[in-house]
């Protein structure tokens, strides 16, 4: 089997994959109504959260776009602060919406700075919502999102987060920490195939949805409601995902949170910790560097494309390259979900040997 340490899609244990093969149910009956409430009722255990949460068919990216068109309305000020590809598509998103965006964009591999978050809403009164990315991906930074979000809130405004690869692994009490929208998805922390994307609300973020104006319809948050009241989703579901969901939900809950949030830290460390030993460097600033996902720095004559080819060929180990401008820059190892020290000390062996195959010189 291969050992796939993407950040997402990530391996699944077999009894959430076994989950899938049940025959199909119908979904405006009982048995789906049962399903959906027990796996709702469990989300919101692990969002730490005590408002709505919405299961949607699509990937985290439709989540993105659910947050925004149902807050917002064209022309509203929006304060982007993006720390690498993921920040950037969110704040994509609001503009395509027209909304109007002003930028924050911080060095990658570098946490965003909470005073200058401070400057932007003290110079632009008039912004209504931040977006931010908890844990973005592309250079494997985890936000003070604590510290964001009380700035964001001493300015009153609606804090949309995108916690796409941090919810479930990295601890993000959604209520505490007063995120109005925060969204995940399914194939990240979750030990669940791509195919859903798992959205939160809070008072405020209804309070916003009252008035949004942006065009909606597949993702509209009302007809989410009306169908969550019925024990219904507005639209056809994904059945065989929500069957692994409610199997992986179970699982989450009796590892418990704590322990999941512990593990990923632990995990993370033997990556980082590993990577190091190698002679290599970590690309993100180590204070803010993921527990989900170690971003390498590709140095000293690596090429990292031979050395993601040779780990898949010749050792079943598969890890992501960068993205945009990091392509060729850095590699990636994801470490969430169904995943241990054991997997990560596979990995570290691996590069062990591929490394100077791929023309990496280690100073040591
Ligand atoms: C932080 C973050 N945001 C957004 C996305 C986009 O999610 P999807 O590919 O499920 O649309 C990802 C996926 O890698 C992500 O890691």
């Given at each position: 089997m291969e050992n796939l340490r993407i950040p997402g899609p990530t391996p699944c244990p077999d009894e959430v994959l076994q989950a899938m093969t049940k025959q199909m149910i119908n979904h405006r009956g009982p048995q789906f109504r049962q399903i959906l409430n027990d796996v709702t009722d469990k989300l919101k255990q692990l969002f730490q959260t005590k408002g709505d949460v919405f299961l949607l068919t699509g990937s985290g990216t439709g989540g993105l776009e659910a947050a925004i068109v149902n807050t917002l309305s064209p022309g509203d000020k929006v304060l982007s602060v993006a720390i690498g590809v993921f920040g950037e598509r969110f704040a994509r998103i609001a503009t395509q919406f027209g909304a109007e965006v002003t930028p924050l964009q911080f060095e990658w591999g570098k946490a965003a700075d909470v005073e200058t978050v401070r400057q932007a809403l003290q110079t632009e009164p008039r912004i209504k919502a931040v977006l931010v990315t908890h844990n973005e991906t592309s250079t494997g930074v985890t936000n003070d999102l604590a510290s964001i979000s009380s700035v964001v809130k001493e300015f009153d405004k609606l804090l949309l987060v995108d916690a796409i690869s941090s919810l479930?692994?990295?601890?993000?009490p959604v209520d505490d920490w007063h995120c109005d929208v925060t969204i995940t998805g399914s194939?990240?922390?979750?030990m669940v195939p791509p195919g859903l994307a798992m959205v939160s609300l809070s008072q405020e973020a209804w309070q916003a949805h009252s008035k949004a104006k942006m065009p909606r319809f597949y993702w509209d948050f009302t007809a989410a409601k009306s169908y969550l009241e019925k024990g219904q989703t507005p639209w056809t579901p994904v059945l065989p995902i929500l069957f692994a969901l409610s199997v992986s939900l179970e699982m989450m809950l009796n590892e418990g949170l704590t322990n999941i949030i512990a593990r990923h830290a632990r995990v993370a460390k033997a990556a980082r910790d590993g990577i190091k030993s190698l002679g290599l460097s970590l690309f993100a600033e180590e204070n803010y560097a993921s527990n989900t996902v170690t971003a390498v720095a590709a140095s000293d004559g690596l090429d990292t494309k031979k050395l993601l080819r040779i780990l898949r060929e010749e050792h079943q180990v598969v890890l992501s390259g960068g993205q945009q401008r990091l392509d060729g820059k850095i590699f990636r190892i994801g470490h969430l979900g169904w995943v241990t020290e054991d997997d990560i000390e596979a990995v570290i062996s691996a590069l062990k040997v591929v490394l100077p195959q791929a023309g990496f010189r280690s100073a040591s």
């Open positions: 479930g692994s990295i601890n993000l194939q990240k922390g979750w």
